[in-house]
């Protein structure tokens, strides 16, 4: 299984992106997917979490201002962010989880800066 995210760059603070993460691969079936992110110095957190049948799950530091969600057919999931500010700056990176382990993709950067 391969994953590729993409969507990542600079942005202004009070900015938005959309990250998506798209896999590949020996798929058969994902549970949750979801996105990490690990800013410079910092372990890397959990940001968003989303089950097949489309629950969710945030961080409290994105709550109100990133969306996630997934297309299944597509094997899919995206990250919606609004509202950024230099605190959202990291490498951000997807996961999915398919039976029985967690695949990881490359990450992209984020960097919100004036």
């Known amino acids: 299984v391969q994953l590729q995210a993409s969507g990542g760059g600079l942005v202004q603070p009070g900015g938005s992106l959309r990250l998506s993460c798209a896999a590949s691969?020996?798929?058969?079936?994902?549970?949750?997917m979801g996105w990490h992110r690990q800013a410079p110095g910092n372990q890397r957190m959990l940001v968003a979490t989303?089950?097949?049948?489309?629950?969710?799950n945030y961080a409290d530091s994105v709550k109100g201002r990133f969306t996630i969600s997934r297309d299944n057919a597509k094997n899919t999931v995206y990250l919606q962010m609004n509202s950024l500010n230099p605190e959202d700056t990291a490498v951000y990176y997807c996961y999915l989880d398919q039976r029985p382990r967690r695949y990881w993709g490359q990450g992209t950067l984020v960097t919100v800066s004036s």
């Open positions: 989303i089950t097949r049948s489309g629950s969710t």
């Open positions: 691969g020996s798929i058969f079936s994902i549970n949750d």
